[in-house]
């Protein structure tokens, strides 16, 4: 017998829902920075598991729209949290109720799907009665179907989530292969590893018009018969101003971005890596549907 369940991890931006979701399946999928809206599209996480398979919806953190872009990711949340099994609702325990976050709440009223609450970031907390206190606050709002305090870093809690949806799979197939832990194409997830890259080392001057786009993907032998891909990619940004800080002095900041991403790139692909970055310029990306679309984020 086989069994399936479709979980959607949803919450406000920074709560730690890309790290669970990495955590849960054990591969790096998600884009995680300590930036808000890191993550702009819905990512899909499978691991099968004995006859289970769990399918992860990752959701972009709920923030109100802006531009254009923020429409879509909050529609995207919106779409992701109807339809599955369960979702986890990921807090952030050293955080106030936001009200995005209540809105959010509301929004599982009259639905189907069973709603666990992941109070996530406890490692942070000095005194652990606060955890009490932060689960009745947020049990006030909504009557969860298990309330779980966790620490995503420190793998605490993880495995009570995992039993949880266990136990709440139900018969059925197995909706993708076995051995496959995502459903995005391959050129999707080497943008965003190297997104993520350009997230971390660049400071807040440059905020969230970065955009990553893999232009080519070629795999070859070296001289020696080892297999290597080539990626050429390009880094978008919103002005020219940003442009020199991504590309930094003497070229030494894009350096570093294509370092780190390309040693990440080849531990997910298991491959040698050749990564070429370029950097451009597209003014107001975010509020133009086209490119929008044409980045893959609608
Ligand atoms: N101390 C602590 N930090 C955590 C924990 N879980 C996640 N973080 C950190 O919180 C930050 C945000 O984590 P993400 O996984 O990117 O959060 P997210 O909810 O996916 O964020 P968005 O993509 O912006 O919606 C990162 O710096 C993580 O390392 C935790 O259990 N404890």
Same mark, same amino acid.
Request: with cysteine.
């Given at each position: 017998m086989t069994k399936n369940i479709f979980v959607t991890i949803a919450g406000r931006a920074n709560a730690g829902k890309s790290s669970l979701l990495n955590a849960l399946v054990g591969e790096k999928i998600a884009a995680v920075s300590d930036k808000p809206q890191t993550?702009?599209?819905?990512?899909?996480?499978?691991l099968t598991k004995g006859e289970t398979q769990f399918v992860f919806m990752d959701?972009?953190?709920?923030? !109100?729209?802006?531009?254009?872009?923020? @429409?879509?990711?909050? =529609?995207?949340? =919106?779409?992701? #949290?109807?339809g599955v099994d369960m979702i986890i609702l990921m807090c952030d325990c050293t955080k106030k109720i936001s009200d995005n976050e !209540?809105?959010? /709440?509301?929004?599982?009223?009259?639905?189907?799907?069973?709603v666990i609450l992941a109070l996530n970031k406890i490692d942070l907390l000095d005194n652990k009665e606060d955890v009490i206190?932060?689960?009745?606050?947020?049990?006030? &709002?909504?009557?969860?179907?298990?309330?779980?305090? #966790?620490?995503?870093?420190? =793998?605490?809690? &993880?495995? /009570?989530?995992?039993?949880i949806l266990e136990k709440n799979a139900a018969e059925g197939p197995h909706f993708f292969p076995d051995d496959k832990f995502t459903d995005q194409p391959e050129k999707v997830i080497m943008a965003e590893i190297i997104r993520e890259k350009a997230l971390r080392n660049l400071n807040d001057e440059v905020p969230h018009g970065v955009?990553?786009?893999i232009e080519?993907?070629?795999?070859? @032998?070296?001289?020696?018969?080892?297999? #290597?891909?080539?990626?050429?990619?390009t880094i978008f940004c919103e002005r020219e101003s940003h442009k020199g800080i991504i590309i930094g002095k003497g070229g030494s900041m894009l350096r570093k971005i294509g370092q780190d991403a390309r040693a990440d790139l080849e531990d997910f692909f298991q491959i040698k890596v050749n990564l070429q970055c370029w950097v451009k310029v597209k003014e107001g990306w975010r509020n133009r549907e086209g490119m929008i679309k044409n980045f893959g984020l609608s």
């Amino acid at each position: 017998m086989t069994k399936n369940i479709f979980v959607t991890i949803a919450g406000r931006a920074n709560a730690g829902k890309s790290s669970l979701l990495n955590a849960l399946v054990g591969e790096k999928i998600a884009a995680v920075s300590d930036k808000p809206q890191t993550t702009r599209t819905k990512i899909t996480g499978v691991l099968t598991k004995g006859e289970t398979q769990f399918v992860f919806m990752d959701t972009p953190g709920m923030h !109100k729209a802006k531009n254009k872009l923020s @429409e879509h990711m909050v =529609n995207t949340v =919106n779409e992701t #949290i109807t339809g599955v099994d369960m979702i986890i609702l990921m807090c952030d325990c050293t955080k106030k109720i936001s009200d995005n976050e !209540k809105s959010l /709440i509301a929004s599982f009223k009259g639905g189907k799907s069973k709603v666990i609450l992941a109070l996530n970031k406890i490692d942070l907390l000095d005194n652990k009665e606060d955890v009490i206190a932060k689960l009745a606050e947020y049990s006030a &709002l909504y009557d969860f179907a298990e309330v779980v305090p #966790i620490s995503v870093v420190q =793998n605490d809690g &993880l495995d /009570i989530i995992m039993d949880i949806l266990e136990k709440n799979a139900a018969e059925g197939p197995h909706f993708f292969p076995d051995d496959k832990f995502t459903d995005q194409p391959e050129k999707v997830i080497m943008a965003e590893i190297i997104r993520e890259k350009a997230l971390r080392n660049l400071n807040d001057e440059v905020p969230h018009g970065v955009a990553v786009t893999i232009e080519q993907l070629g795999e070859r @032998e070296d001289r020696s018969g080892e297999a #290597i891909l080539d990626i050429t990619a390009t880094i978008f940004c919103e002005r020219e101003s940003h442009k020199g800080i991504i590309i930094g002095k003497g070229g030494s900041m894009l350096r570093k971005i294509g370092q780190d991403a390309r040693a990440d790139l080849e531990d997910f692909f298991q491959i040698k890596v050749n990564l070429q970055c370029w950097v451009k310029v597209k003014e107001g990306w975010r509020n133009r549907e086209g490119m929008i679309k044409n980045f893959g984020l609608s």
